[in-house]
């Protein structure tokens, strides 16, 4: 029972370390697609190609599956890889692009009502200093990001579960391969203080268990005589 619940324990805390890894991991992800497609977009921005800009977030949001916005430095759509940017309202006040907008990368979870549904969000400011200000999101349904960090959350716990009890069980066996002569000595010393000399003992792998018991034998031969 005891093993149980530390393997239990074990696993809990394994699952929540392992989650939040993979959220981590997930949110680097996309913030590793916001950087490199930032380059692409770095021109048309500044030439202000607002057909090249969709063009480009369209099939790189194809490619990838992700969404892709372009903000400027007062909020308004630039661009977007799922809707038309004179539909969609002013993200000036949208968390994660507030955050970039004063240059750290902003990451959030929430509702999109333009999608509909929760989405996981990573937003970046432009590298290039001329682009102060505007900034380049990614995000993709976070339904999609639980199903994916749920699957390699629980590989990782149960193979580690697995580890853990294979390292148990095998701890079990040694520990009661060592007790088991140390209580067959300690009975036969027993014998040999009462004055009972005639006992066995069992053979031991161990080089220090063999001396000792061996020690006994010679003691108990010696009291015989």
């Known amino acids: 029972l005891t093993l149980l619940l530390s393997l239990l324990t074990l ?18 992800q996309l913030k590793s697609h916001a950087l490199f497609l930032q380059h692409s977009l770095a021109l048309p921005l500044q030439n202000k190609d607002g057909i090249k800009l969709n063009t480009l977030s369209q099939s790189f949001g194809k490619q990838t599956r992700l969404r892709i916005t372009l903000i400027s430095k007062e909020g308004v759509v630039l661009a977007d890889s799922h809707e038309l940017p004179s539909r969609m309202d002013n993200h000036q006040d949208r968390p994660e692009i507030a955050t970039a907008m004063q240059g750290q990368t902003g990451i959030s ?3 999109s009502h333009t999608l509909q549904k929760q989405m996981m969000y990573v937003a970046i400011p432009f590298e290039d200093p001329s682009l102060k200000g505007f900034v380049l999101r990614t995000s993709l349904p ?21 580890i853990a009890l294979i390292a148990a069980i095998l701890s ?6 060592i007790t088991i002569p140390i209580e067959k000595l300690k009975e036969a010393s027993k014998k040999v203080a009462e ?7 069992p053979a031991s792998t161990s080089e220090e268990m063999h001396s000792l018991a061996t020690s006994l034998k010679t003691m ?3 009291f015989k005589v």
Do not use: P
């Open 172 to 177: 079990l066996m040694i520990s009661k391969k």
């Open 142 to 162: 976070f339904e999609w990001a639980q199903d994916a960090i749920q699957s390699k959350t629980s590989r990782t716990v149960v193979g580690g579960s697995l």
């Open 109 to 111: 979870t929430r509702y």
């Open 11 to 28: 696993g809990f805390f394994l699952f929540k370390t392992f989650h939040k890894l993979h959220l981590e991991a997930l949110q680097n």
């Open 195 to 201: 004055g009972k000399l005639d006992f066995s003992l």
């Open 220 to 222: 108990a031969e010696c």
